[in-house]
């Protein structure tokens, strides 16, 4: 069982064709620009919509662990020491306001609901992206027994993958997976860790080793200007596909964007990316120009 | 307003057609009652409707506007509105309202209000179809009607739902009227006991033959002396060639593309002037039928792609000049629109079951895309052969979020023509019209006969028959739902009402088929349907190959979702008792917060690929269709269900209290087949696996709607994605979708009322979600997005 926070269907930026996406709940990384935080802890939690509280007091009502209380302000306030996500408050909130992110799905529940629009993979060439948090931080045999039932049914996988996570996981998927979204983020190992929380060593070794097994893969490099939208960050990577002979099918330069922003308050977080921007079109272009120059041809502004 | 049009004359043209006010024209109107007063009980009926067209078409007002390539109006001149006082004899309040009311108004001119008082009103008070209708019917009827249980359509407007076949194209009134002569030598007056009828009808016919060629003399007479007048060579030279067309047509068959469109409009104008049938009058397949031509004149190096596209532009103008007929009262709340659904399909497969697109379909692609009218109504027919190219320039236009064209399965039609008794070489033949409702065009007479209201009848179950609306019983007194045991006994008690209303619709309808089949043959359209020349027999009685009735049932999101809420918490879950719920709905869910959140978010509904929900929605499809389906029909033929809403499921809405779904008092029920407002929270594709779970080739016709922001549809992925998703939902046998695409001013809109938007899905970055989920940052942000996207 893994809990998963999100299964978007008619999901059309990650990867080809019409996709169904399965958003796994944990990941080791912490980018500081993160557009969804809600899947960076391995546990289940509790997410509030403060704004739109009107105050009831249903929630408080409803809580065991009495760590519901009601402002002065009438908003609802969680004391997440003592709340243990049991979802008591999300069946009591009368607007949905309180929502408990993450359910654990059985490996034959997500295939059930992964082919219900298997037509649609079919007609469009799309299929199923695996992605997260870190789909591949997860547990090794449940990702394998998903992905090898759903290569079974015939569905297209793609893995979206940040590269954190011990190659075995990935060895043993090789086989069933037609496409990986490998995200690169910055070359220099110091920087990687200030901006992601951790090195980088594990994630670039990843992809070595990923490359020489023959795997088809996208980069996918989220651009942001104070981090690495500019010249040098990009050379830096195409410096290391360069030398270790990394050749991938696609290039994603994905720019950054702050829509996740607004849900680090529901999670009781503070956003910690506020003085992080993107690179304007302009700049954007420069970098794919960079990128065909240096021998690239199918890059693309976007997933 | 924007100016569209290949060139200065079709921008002049379309302004014209797009900025003169639709008003009324009484000049039809008199001419009729003049005619009647002078031959009524003198002459048979049919020849009687045949002389008011002939007399019609020999003293009506000619317009010839300024540059135009294709003549003829319905009225006097564009944006004019015939009056049919036969089928509805307007009161003067009547006009009043048309005139004054906010939206789809009919200017209307004092002298109008007088001749309809001293000239109209005297002849036809009392004795329109709309009397007779009205005096035929049962209380029952009557109380049901009333409340807003089932609309009629022929109460208005004379049937007709059907469109041209391949003679319209090929065959002109002399060899029209070489056929009904010979069908006259054969007819056997010592067994047949119907010869003299048949007499009669053959006789009108040849009536109205000669009102085509009438009025294409007089036009001819009238380019003639244009042409002589006219200074300017250029414009002298296109006068002289189209009065030189009209040697030709009319009386015979079309030698060029020009003749056969102009061809076309005649017959056109003939059917509707005859009568103002629903859906007006439409040329089928017009890709497939003016190819052969088109090809011809090409090779001739007569004609080039520039000019027949302006012919087609031409064409579309003159669609675009003729508002509907003017409606009043329920009439107009479940057709609220001056368009009269003319429907053209472009693509689909030809006769012998290959690819029927041509180099005429992508002409006619590029005509609505540049004209952008809502006349006619542009669609394309998709089948498993259609190129790619043609799907995908289709989807182009589609995306820019104006609606046309929809897209509509031919595989699909063709079995619901062969499960409707069609022959296959029929069924290819045939195609949507009106809205999406299903014929074999030149072969059927395919009549709607009215919207039928299924969450109402649902509501009634709830409340022993009793509507609360109308404080009348009507429906059956099936049981206090208190005391139901189970959903199946609740199930029953449903299926019993809908039976009962399902009776007194189809009595009232075989009335209303009969007198239509007496008082108002409709020789003219008899002409170019087949079989009514063989047959001897009008249209409007049963003289057509086939004659289908259909009724169209109108709100399944709804009431599927009203269902699932009471199976799945009262009888499922026991969150909640039959009573409370009721004292919910009675209070319109006011101060009932904890229900109403179960029923709105906690509960399963159509929409979302949940089986839970979708087989309820089979269930009830399969009670409303098997019930409707196969009752016979006064002309000898079957009645089939649609499911399609026009605009009825706003009026079916306002005489509905509030629902078991949450849906509160007076608020549209659901449209179409497409899910309840703020039901589907999938996606595209759970909305497509939903719908297609309904047995859509069982049907005569069902309608999707889907909804898009701009940036989900972007780019060539975006085309791609969307020609995928119709692909695979006609893969799925679904009949029809369309796609609505979202500006900045709907989401800013949406910003300020978000309970009415609240199906409004948006792509935020690597995902989506729903608009009125969003903070206002967030909106504001994707609002700019948007906007930049255009």
Redesign the interface.
């Known amino acids: 069982m893994h809990s998963v926070t999100?299964i978007?269907?008619?999901?059309?930026?990650?990867g080809d064709?019409?996709r169904t996406?399965v958003f796994f709940k944990g990941c080791h990384l912490r980018c500081r620009w993160c557009?969804n935080p809600e899947t960076q802890s391995f546990e289940k939690e509790l997410q509030v919509d403060i704004?739109k509280c009107t105050g009831c007091g249903r929630c408080a009502k409803a809580c065991p662990e009495g760590a519901v209380t009601i402002s002065p302000d009438g908003k609802s306030v969680t004391d997440r020491e003592k709340c243990r996500v049991c979802g008591k408050c999300e069946?009591a909130c009368?607007?949905?306001y309180r929502t408990v992110v993450g359910r654990d799905y059985t490996v034959d529940e997500l295939v059930k609901i992964c082919l219900?629009?298997l037509?649609?993979y079919e007609?469009?060439g799309?299929g199923v992206t695996l992605s997260g948090g870190e789909v591949m931080a997860m547990d090794s045999g449940y990702i394998k027994d998903l992905v090898r039932k759903l290569h079974r049914e015939g569905v297209s996988v793609a893995i979206d993958t940040c590269g954190q996570a011990p190659y075995s996981n990935y060895e043993a998927i090789i086989p069933y997976v037609d496409t990986w979204l490998y995200d690169i983020k910055v070359m220099d190992d110091d920087e990687h860790r200030e901006y992601m929380g951790m090195g980088n060593a594990l994630i670039l070794e990843n992809l070595r080793r990923l490359a020489a097994a023959g795997a088809r893969i996208y980069i996918r490099i989220p651009v942001v200007k104070e981090v690495n939208g500019d010249t040098g960050s990009m050379e830096a990577i195409i410096g290391f596909l360069k030398e270790n002979d990394i050749r991938p099918l696609q290039v994603n330069l994905l720019p950054y964007?702050n829509?996740?922003s607004?849900k680090y308050g529901k999670l009781g977080m503070e956003y910690p990316g506020a003085e992080l921007t993107a690179p304007d079109d302009e700049e954007m272009q420069s970098f794919v120009r960079l990128w065909n120059d240096a021998g690239y041809g199918n890059v693309k502004i976007g997933? | 307003m924007e100016e569209r049009g290949m060139n200065a004359r079709i921008k002049a043209l379309r302004k014209v057609s797009m900025e003169t006010q639709p008003h009324i024209d009484l000049e039809r109107a008199k001419i009729e009652t003049e005619v009647y007063k002078q031959w009524e009980d003198k002459v048979s009926l049919p020849v009687l409707r045949a002389m008011v067209l002939k007399e019609y078409f020999s003293k009506k007002t000619l317009y010839l506007g300024e540059g135009e390539l294709i003549v003829g109006e319905k009225g006097k001149d564009p944006q004019s509105s015939p009056t049919f006082p036969e089928l509805t004899c307007h009161t003067l309040d009547d006009m009043h309202i048309m005139n004054d009311r906010a939206v789809v108004n009919y200017s209307v001119t004092e002298q109008d209000l007088k001749d309809q008082e001293e000239i109209i009103i005297p002849f036809w008070r009392g004795k329109s179809m709309r009397d007779k209708i009205l005096a035929g019917m049962t209380e029952e009827w009557m109380e049901c009607y009333a409340a807003g249980m089932f609309t009629e359509f022929m109460e208005q407007r004379g049937p007709g739902h059907t469109c041209g076949g391949k003679n319209v194209f090929t065959k002109g009134y002399a060899e029209y009227k070489t056929e009904i002569h010979k069908a006259i030598d054969d007819l056997d007056f010592m067994n047949d006991v119907d010869a003299v009828t048949k007499k009669d009808e053959l006789e009108a016919m040849l009536i109205d033959c000669d009102a085509v060629m009438i009025l294409g003399k007089r036009y001819q007479e009238l380019l003639e002396e244009e042409a002589e007048k006219c200074t300017d060579p250029v414009r002298k030279a296109e006068l002289e060639q189209m009065a030189a067309n009209l040697d030709v047509i009319p009386a015979h068959a079309p030698q060029t593309y020009w003749q056969a469109i102009q061809l076309y409009w005649f017959t056109h104008l003939a059917v509707t002037s005859e009568l103002n049938p629903w859906d007006a009058f439409s040329p089928g397949r017009l890709d497939q039928h003016l190819y052969p031509y088109y090809a011809k004149d090409v090779e001739d190096g007569i004609l080039d792609d520039e000019r027949a596209l302006e012919l087609l532009e031409c064409l579309w103008v003159k669609f675009n000049n003729q508002p509907a007929p003017v409606k009043v009262g329920v009439t107009l709340k479940e057709s609220g629109t001056y368009t009269d659904f003319a429907n053209i399909n472009t693509g689909g497969i030809k006769e012998d079951g290959s690819n029927g697109v041509n180099a005429v379909s992508y002409l006619i692609l590029d005509c609505m895309d540049e004209m952008k009218l809502v006349q006619p109504n542009s669609n394309v027919q998709i089948s498993k052969k259609t190129p790619h190219r043609f799907l995908k320039r289709a989807c182009e236009i589609s995306r820019e979020g104006w609606g046309q064209p929809a897209f509509y399965n031919t595989d699909e039609i063709v079995q619901e023509l062969l499960n409707a008794g069609k022959t296959l070489l029929d069924a290819r033949q045939g195609g949507s019209s009106g809205c999406v409702e299903t014929g074999s065009w030149g072969n059927e007479a395919y009549i709607l006969t009215g919207y039928f209201n299924i969450p109402k009848i649902f509501q009634l179950t709830l409340y022993n028959g009793y509507d609360t609306q109308s404080g009348q019983q009507l429906g059956l007194k099936t049981g206090d739902p208190r005391d139901f045991k189970t959903y199946e006994e609740l199930w029953d008690a449903f299926a019993r009402q809908l039976h009962y209303m399902a009776d007194v619709k189809v009595r009232g309808n075989n009335v209303i088929e009969k007198l239509y089949a007496q008082y108002m043959p409709a020789p003219c359209l008899s002409i170019v349907t087949n079989d009514c020349i063989k047959k001897g027999k009008d249209y409007n009685n049963g003289g057509s190959r086939y004659n289908t009735r259909y009724i169209q049932g109108v709100g399944i999101g709804t009431i599927t979702d009203c269902l699932a809420a009471i199976k799945h918490n009262i009888y499922d879950n026991h969150n909640f008792t039959m009573d409370e719920l009721l004292k919910a709905m009675d209070d319109n869910f006011e101060g009932h917060e904890e229900i109403l959140n179960m029923v709105t978010n906690k509960t399963p509904k159509y929409g979302n690929d949940d089986d839970y929900a979708d087989d309820i929605m089979k269930e009830v499809f399969r009670l409303y269709r098997d019930d409707i389906t196969g009752r016979p029909t006064m002309s000898g033929g079957q009645y089939h269900v649609d499911m399609l809403p026009t605009t009825c499921h706003i009026y079916f809405g306002e005489v509905i209290g509030a629902t078991a779904n949450g849906r509160r008092a007076h608020k549209p029920v659901s449209e179409g087949i497409s899910p309840e407002k703020f039901a589907d929270t999938h996606g595209p594709t759970a909305v497509i696996k939903s719908c297609a779970k309904m047995d859509h080739c069982s049907t005569g016709g069902t309608l999707l709607n889907q909804k898009f922001t701009p940036s989900a549809l972007a780019g060539d992925t975006g085309l791609e994605n969307l020609a995928s998703l119709i692909r695979t939902y006609f893969a799925m046998d679904g009949h029809h979708i369309q796609f609505n695409v979202f500006d900045k001013q709907t989401l800013l809109e949406a910003q300020k009322h978000p309970d009415d938007y609240k199906d409004l899905i948006v792509r935020v970055a690597g995902y989506s979600d729903y608009f009125r989920n969003l903070d206002e940052e967030l909106q504001n942000e994707i609002i700019n997005r948007t906007a930049q996207s255009f």
């Open positions: 999100n978007q269907k008619y999901s059309i930026h990650d064709g019409i996406t557009h704004p069946a009368l607007g949905n219900q629009d037509m649609f007609e469009s799309g964007h829509t996740g607004h997933g």
